[in-house]
């Protein structure tokens, strides 16, 4: 009898094994696990080194502007990178002019947001975030300096990054992450008495370096960096188009975590920390699954949209509907232990049972939010794919507006709170303005064959 089961297994695993879709959502998933327990650990460490602390405050609105700018900026023009250069590789030989254009937008765009970044620090922060003393300031200045190298390495990586999931290889794009809470973890260990209030920038530049050259080291090894002289292509005009509304869509996205520091900002000291802490349950599930299902399906997409769309629709709600109904699961679960998680984890030290009562109750609310946002961003990567970056401008724009309303509102009743449920209801809302918009766009492609 156990033979039997254990052949079953076998054979359950042989399956998998040959469904290459299926075999990229379990490494990178594993992968991922990994990275995020370290990272973890690592913010645990952070949690009971430094509790609910301005020291903390500081160093997170020193890292919003340029993790800001990755995600909106860098983010896009890898998203619209890949689906663009995979049909620039079906059609045409002339990649290695593809990547050489791609490169130096990156190049180009890493220097302007750079300055951006620098006019920003020097003379809107403290008009942005008002109220604090000039040492508060000064503290997220020096931070800020040591991150906005950063910036370039994360351009150029997430380029590199992106030919590496090209070619179906998302083990190392998937380990890199790690090297950031390696370093940031020695620089903790080791040198915290030395860094000082830096102790958290320095680990976070230098294992955004270690990343960049482990990605450099890998692509070329494997020869997927292939140069040649720029020139435009029909592939590369379509790419340039799609980037401001790519942009554009990204930015009002991301600027609703920015309104949120913002408000958060206007509340006691420990509120921006407490917001960060609360949600690293519902960041830690839902960074796996965007690993482990965003990466890998956006080329993925990419090639299903390519060879045959209608299909591609098909797949996409089959994912859809899985997805939610498992994440809806294990949200419900950690919503229930919330308050043992944040005590197991965070609760030594500096950080207080009190801190752990208002942690866990923002955890609640921010875990509702999971099943929604991870649905909306697989629908995301399936319109990327078939280069509908224009609605999702004007819906994240919506977004944008209705979480400001909604922050406004909510603040006044339910503090910190607030914030957090104004967020989980853009996302629950935002997700089926997604839904709808793709239904409809199946509906027509429908129609067109």
């Known amino acids: 009898m156990n033979n039997k089961y254990f052949d079953i297994f076998l054979k359950k695993i042989k399956s998998v094994s040959k469904n290459q879709v299926a075999r990229n959502f379990f490494i990178v998933g594993v992968v991922t696990l990994l990275v995020k327990i370290i990272s973890f650990y690592k913010?645990?460490?952070?949690?009971?080194?430094?509790?609910?602390?301005?020291?903390?405050?500081?160093?997170?609105l020193s890292i919003l502007i340029p993790t800001?700018?990755?995600?909106?900026?860098?983010?896009?023009?890898?998203?619209?990178?890949?689906?663009?250069?995979?049909?620039?590789?079906?059609?045409?030989?002339?990649?290695?002019?593809?990547?050489?254009?791609?490169?130096?937008?990156?190049?180009?765009?890493?220097t302007i947001l750079s300055l951006f970044a620098l006019i920003f620090v020097h003379f809107f922060l403290e008009l942005t975030f008002?109220?604090?003393?000039?040492?508060?300031?000064?503290?997220?200045?020096?931070?800020?300096y040591i991150v906005l190298p950063c910036i370039f390495f994360w351009g150029m990586a997430s380029l590199i990054s992106g030919l590496i999931e090209i070619k179906g290889k998302f083990l190392i794009t998937s380990l890199t992450p790690i090297f950031t809470a390696f370093t940031t973890?020695?620089?903790?260990?080791?040198?915290?008495?030395?860094l000082g209030d830096f102790v958290l920038a320095v680990g976070l530049l230098t294992g955004s370096i270690t990343s960049f050259f482990v990605l450099c080291l890998y692509s070329r090894y494997k020869n997927l960096i292939i140069l040649s002289k720029p020139r435009k292509s029909d592939n590369i005009s379509v790419m340039i188009k799609q980037l401001p509304p790519k942009i554009f869509s990204g930015l009002f996205t991301g600027l609703n975590g920015f309104v949120d520091q913002f408000f958060a900002a206007q509340l006691i000291v420990g509120s921006i920390t407490a917001i960060n802490?609360?949600?690293?349950?519902?960041?830690?599930?839902?960074?796996?699954l965007i690993m482990a299902i965003g990466n890998v399906l956006l080329p993925h997409f990419s090639k299903l949209v390519?060879?045959?769309?209608?299909?591609?629709?098909?797949?996409?709600?089959?994912?859809?509907?899985?997805?939610?109904?498992?994440?809806l699961t294990v949200t419900?679960?950690?919503?229930?232990?919330?308050?043992?998680?944040?005590?197991?984890?965070?609760?030594?030290?500096?950080?207080?049972?009190?801190?752990t009562q208002v942690v866990y109750q923002i955890q609640q609310i921010a875990l509702i939010y999971i099943p929604f946002y991870l649905t909306t961003l697989v629908t995301v990567k399936f319109l990327t794919a078939i280069n509908k970056?224009?609605?999702?401008?004007?819906?994240?724009?919506?977004?944008?507006?209705?979480n400001i309303i909604l922050n406004i509102i909510f603040i006044k009743y339910y503090k910190v709170y607030g914030l957090v449920l104004s967020t989980t209801l853009v996302y629950i809302t935002s997700s089926f303005i997604y839904f709808a918009y793709t239904i409809k766009q199946y509906k027509l492609q429908k129609l067109e064959i």
């Open 277 to 288: 802490y609360g949600i690293k349950i519902p960041s830690f599930v839902v960074g796996i």
């Open 389 to 402: 970056n224009k609605f999702m401008a004007w819906t994240s724009l919506w977004n944008l507006v209705l």
């Open 306 to 327: 390519v060879e045959d769309i209608n299909n591609a629709y098909k797949y996409l709600f089959k994912v859809l509907k899985i997805l939610f109904i498992v994440t």
């Open 130 to 144: 008002p109220g604090h003393d000039l040492k508060y300031y000064t503290l997220i200045r020096m931070q800020f």
């Open 68 to 110: 800001f700018l990755q995600t909106v900026f860098i983010g896009s023009l890898k998203n619209l990178f890949i689906p663009n250069y995979i049909v620039e590789s079906k059609k045409s030989n002339d990649v290695g002019s593809f990547q050489a254009v791609s490169f130096l937008i990156v190049l180009i765009l890493v």
């Open 332 to 355: 419900g679960i950690f919503v229930y232990f919330s308050e043992y998680i944040v005590w197991l984890l965070f609760e030594k030290d500096q950080f207080t049972s009190q801190d």
């Open 43 to 60: 913010e645990a460490l952070i949690a009971r080194t430094f509790g609910l602390s301005e020291l903390l405050d500081t160093f997170y």
């Open 185 to 194: 973890l020695i620089c903790l260990f080791f040198y915290k008495d030395y």
